[in-house]
């Protein structure tokens, strides 16, 4: 069963800033990088990873 909690504030007293930082240091490491990749995937598509670009440039 899934309880609903709801926890009011002040807007005065509205700090979400840390309220997040609490919430990630809370998450293992493990967690923390899988939601990353997650936000990569979701932004740049399923690659494997980011595409890079090489240019070959010819001193004389």
């Known amino acids: 069963m899934i309880q609903k909690i709801v926890v009011k504030k002040n807007l005065d007293q509205n700090n979400s800033i840390n309220d997040d930082l609490k919430f990630w240091l809370s998450k293992s490491p493990e967690e923390r990088v899988s939601t990353v990749e997650y936000l990569r995937k979701q932004y740049h598509g399923s690659t494997a990873r980011l595409q890079r ?8």
């Open 53 to 60: 670009a090489v240019k070959v440039i010819q001193r004389s």
